[in-house]
């Protein structure tokens, strides 16, 4: 999983994936629609998913089949799943034998779900799942005490399988430093310069560093040209046991899907039927040791001059994740967009540990408006690709669906993504994953409306995963996006579950499969998700902490005389401004930018989290280009959010218009003084002439609806 930067545009912090590969018999061979064990099957049972939803029930059991032992998906040692299978013209069919947290907290978590009866199917009874279950937790508890793959009880997000064990990746990047300490000062400067040149170093961080770059023409078998002089063994195997050294490289974002996926095994183990069993008791217990055992890790993760989580940690260096800017300097990466795949995991460890609710509040966010097939705008948050992984994420389980804001926001996405996917044609949702040119694997493949990043995005490679989240906020409209949709989403079955998706540039599959996607389309399509995390957040007494953070905004009239409204340009135009009856009228001709400031009485923050913004206005010209924005006080405890929370808006020609805007339930918006609605003409000058008769936001009465 590519972990990226989100105001700096996309800059990959683990790239070096370690691909043990191990050859594994499965077939892969298309199963058709009609095959006889797509059928409804009483082996095949999900409590959540109705018996008329013909069609999500037959995608999930052709995914259940990703897991039949018979496909060694499982690491018999240590009960952990192979990070997925590949299918390349020079392989053929292999497994790649390495796994990531993300996909072992999934696999938990759906072990977790069949042994609580949620999932039966033919591949894995009760009994065995529970016996997975055992094995798997304590082979990630005893690796959470493993110096190799651990450290203050976070875990390296990639292992490779080798022998029996686990081993962490390889070093990306290693100090000068440490190489002038091995060989001394004048051979140390010799070597660094000699990996310069040969192309196995790229400096980093004003020279200080250098990123390893393990390309054709690298290892011992090559020590030639600039590296000729070192050839002999002893000073060969030196550098090449400093390059290639193993290092635990601590992310924060998989081990937060870790702990999330650990507390919904635990809730789901708190259903009644099994909440007694002697088994589940003892899991229970031994989930919640490991969850326990992460606290000081996340602490130690938590940046409090920024108020937000960085990224990761190289622990083996003791330095953060980051990157060179350009310029020579160490950027360190901060968790500080809200709208991505780690945004409920994010809550959940500030939640679960009591972490400084500053990570949340300042997490920024955009909203975009799109354009429906019948030519109407709807506002929506964006993610940084506008991919559906980013936007509805991996899963849904901090009680968004309780949540009226949170859910009127996620069903307005997945109305966009089924929009846009009808429209083009598309057997899937857009969203990270292998695009099908050759190896690629991408983050940009997304709804370019709902996107932050100007790159260029893909819209010719939908995958299937996502659609299990979209089927938990919306199941008619997903079953019917999938019955429309069937002969091509169909054809990507094999006997060892569906393929990635489908190459629309060149109308054929995908054959490629990845644990954490499979196994997210099947958690999301059971949809226990929620219920499982409510057990685990009542039985920890944190219920009342989640309410606390969704609670709802108080009425605010911008418009009400208490408030100031100041007109304004960048560059000093002159301002036509009424405030006739309480309407403010703004009309000017204006370069670069100009705009409105409604400006709260001082001493009196408002919250505008959980309920609606709207604007009433009258415009005389259609305004293509409106932001409007949301400024904390200037005396608050927090620094300000790197990446603001700011609406673009299109603003029609319009002798009565209306934009409404369902702003999430969210601390980020707590303590607001200022609202600025901004115009922008960067190219030429624009005439404004705008009257606004009504602006105002309206929360929504309750915070979490039974």
């Not at 052709?62 to 690491?75: L, T």
């Not at 369902?662 to 404004?688: M, N, Y």
């Amino acid at each position: 999983m590519c972990i990226v930067d989100k105001r700096n545009g996309v800059y990959p912090l683990l790239v070096a994936l370690i691909l043990f590969v191990s050859a594994a018999p499965a077939a892969s061979a298309p199963v058709g629609p009609d095959d006889a064990h797509l059928g409804e099957r009483s082996t095949f049972e999900y409590s959540e998913v109705p018996q008329h939803h013909r069609h999500m029930r037959r995608l999930l059991n052709n995914a259940f089949s990703y897991v039949d032992p018979a496909h060694r998906i499982i690491d018999p040692v240590s009960g952990y799943p192979a990070e997925g299978w590949n299918q390349e013209p020079a392989n053929g069919l292999f497994l790649r034998d390495f796994t990531q947290l993300t996909a072992i907290g999934a696999w938990i978590e759906l072990l977790a779900n069949i042994a609580a009866g949620h999932a039966d199917n033919p591949y894995l009874s009760r009994d065995a799942a529970l016996d997975g279950l055992a094995l798997a937790v304590a082979t990630l508890r005893a690796d959470q005490r493993d110096p190799n793959l651990a450290a203050k009880g976070l875990l390296a997000n990639f292992m490779g399988f080798d022998g029996g064990q686990r081993r962490g990746p390889l070093l990306e990047s290693i100090e000068r430093r440490r190489v002038i300490d091995t060989f001394g000062e004048r051979d140390g400067q010799a070597i660094w310069q000699a990996l310069l040149e040969k192309g196995w170093l790229q400096e980093e961080d004003n020279g200080r560093n250098g990123r390893i770059l393990r390309r054709e023409g690298y290892g011992a078998l090559h020590f030639d040209g600039a590296l000729a002089p070192y050839a002999d063994s002893s000073r060969q195997a030196a550098i090449m046991g400093l390059l290639d050294q193993r290092v635990v490289t601590i992310i924060f974002g998989d081990n937060a899907n870790l702990t999330a996926a650990l507390a919904r095994a635990i809730g789901a183990l708190l259903q009644p039927e099994i909440r007694d069993d002697p088994r589940a008791v003892a899991l229970r217990d031994a989930m919640e040791r490991i969850i326990e055992a992460q606290r000081e890790g996340y602490a130690h993760l938590f940046d409090p001059k920024t108020g937000t989580f960085v990224f990761g940690w190289d622990a083996t260096a003791d330095r953060f994740v980051g990157w060179d800017d350009g310029r020579g300097n160490w950027v360190t990466g901060q968790m500080n967009y809200f709208i991505n795949e780690f945004r409920g995991p994010l809550m959940f460890t500030v939640l679960r540990y009591g972490l400084p609710v500053a990570a949340i509040r300042n997490a920024g966010f955009k909203i975009k408006p799109y354009r429906l097939a019948d030519g109407s705008d709807t506002y929506a948050l964006a993610a940084w690709d506008g991919s559906a992984f980013q936007l509805l994420g991996l899963s849904l389980f901090m009680q968004e669906s309780r949540n009226p804001a949170w859910r009127s926001a996620l069903e307005t996405l997945v109305d966009i993504e089924l929009d846009f996917s009808t429209r083009h044609g598309l057997p899937g949702l857009l969203s990270e994953a292998y695009s099908g040119k050759g190896t690629e694997y991408t983050g940009l493949i997304g709804i370019g409306d709902i996107a932050v990043t100007d790159a260029p995005l893909d819209t010719q490679a939908p995958s299937l995963y996502s659609l299990g989240v979209a089927y938990g906020i919306a199941p008619e409209q997903v079953e019917g996006f999938l019955q429309a949709e069937w002969a091509r989403i169909s054809s990507l079955f094999t006997d060892h579950g569906p393929w990635e998706g489908w190459n629309m540039a060149t109308d054929e599959m995908i054959p490629y499969q990845t644990t954490v996607h499979t196994l997210s389309l099947i958690l999301g399509g059971i949809n226990t998700a929620h219920a499982n995390m409510q057990r685990y957040l009542d039985a920890m007494n944190l219920s009342g902490q989640l309410e606390a953070f969704y609670a709802p905004g108080q009425r605010i009239d911008l418009l009400a005389e208490v408030n100031r409204i100041i007109p304004w340009t960048a560059h000093e135009e002159r301002i036509a401004f009424s405030r006739d009856e309480g309407t403010p009228r703004f009309a000017s001709q204006i370069t670069g930018s100009g705009g409105l400031a409604f400006v709260l009485p001082e001493g009196r923050p408002a919250s505008f989290s959980n309920g609606t913004l709207s604007i009433r206005f009258r415009s005389a010209t259609e305004i293509k280009d409106a932001v409007l924005s949301f400024e904390r006080a200037n005396d608050d405890p927090l620094p300000p959010p790197a990446i603001p929370i700011e609406i673009f808006a299109r603003l029609p020609q319009a002798e009565d218009g209306t934009i409404e805007v369902v702003l999430p339930a969210t601390p980020a918006l707590h303590g607001i003084t200022k609202v600025s609605l901004t115009f922008r003409s960067d190219e030429q000058p624009a005439s404004v002439d705008l009257a606004i008769r009504a602006f105002e936001f309206v929360p929504f009465e309750v915070a979490l609806e039974p």
